[in-house]
């Protein structure tokens, strides 16, 4: 029964993030991106409910890349309404590629439980997610700022250049990301540090924050701003995202 679900999430994702890109030079098209995006997010919403009833799905990798992935299509929505709504051309190819990801994961491997630990675990679950996905989504500011820094330098500007904001308030939203996540992380080490957690869990949360207590360092003292920083956030996402796909079985 889930089957179908999954496909109409997979088609509507695929759709959307095609027309995400096209519409950076056609914005006439950005109601097709929202349709599709709407039928990829309906999809995927009734396959979570189909898979949620056992509370243990969530805190696995397959349930865990999913609900970010529906967390990242939430935020293209919410997008909409914001001075930020152009970063949906770029949230939507990155949760595309990694649902296509996570499916072929999920076929291939079995099942794995990122944390043991009853509903402190789920606590600590959400705390990641939510880290997680403040770096994904710095990521993705990131790749807006190199890009109209790109064109800036090559003179070579096209119509998107316009369509984005300035590199004034990505910078600033990349920053705010950073640190949203950097506090999220520090909550779910404190959980985790305070004995609540069964040890031996597959996500080392400490890692997790060991990279944005990096960035943090580079940025406020060492007031790392534009390129630097972006550069850096791109390298750091990269890098957690291989980590949640590569967690130890």
């Not at 949906?88 to 990694?98: I, N, R």
């Not at 990801?101 to 630990?117: K, Q």
């Amino acid at each position: 029964m889930g089957l179908w679900m999954m496909a109409l999430a997979s088609v509507g994702y695929g759709g959307a993030a095609l027309f995400s890109v096209a519409q950076l030079y056609r914005p006439h098209i950005e109601r097709w991106t929202f349709a599709w995006a709407s039928l990829g997010w309906f999809g995927e919403t009734l396959w979570l409910f189909h898979h949620g009833h056992a509370a243990r799905f969530l805190v696995t990798r397959d349930g865990t890349v999913s609900m970010m992935v529906w967390l990242l299509v939430a935020l293209f929505f919410l997008a909409q309404r914001s001075s930020l709504r152009t970063c949906g051309s770029f949230l939507l190819p990155v949760g595309f590629v990694l649902w296509a990801i996570d499916r072929v994961m999920a076929a291939a491997l079995p099942p794995l439980m990122l944390f043991n630990g009853g509903w402190r675990a789920h606590v600590v679950w959400a705390l990641v997610v939510a880290g997680v996905m403040s770096f994904v989504l710095a990521a993705v500011f990131a790749i807006m700022y190199l890009e109209k820094e790109r064109e800036l330098k090559q003179r070579r500007v096209r119509l998107f250049y316009y369509r984005l904001p300035a590199l004034e308030a990505l910078d600033r939203a990349m920053g705010r990301a950073l640190t949203a996540g950097f506090g999220i992380m520090t909550g779910a080490g404190l959980v985790v540090l305070s004995g609540f957690l069964a040890h031996g869990e597959p996500w080392r949360v400490e890692l997790l924050w060991a990279l944005y207590a990096l960035i943090a360092a580079v940025r406020y003292p060492g007031h790392w701003r534009g390129p630097r920083l972006a550069s850096l956030t791109m390298v750091a996402s990269l890098a957690v995202v291989a980590y949640v796909f590569g967690a130890p079985t």
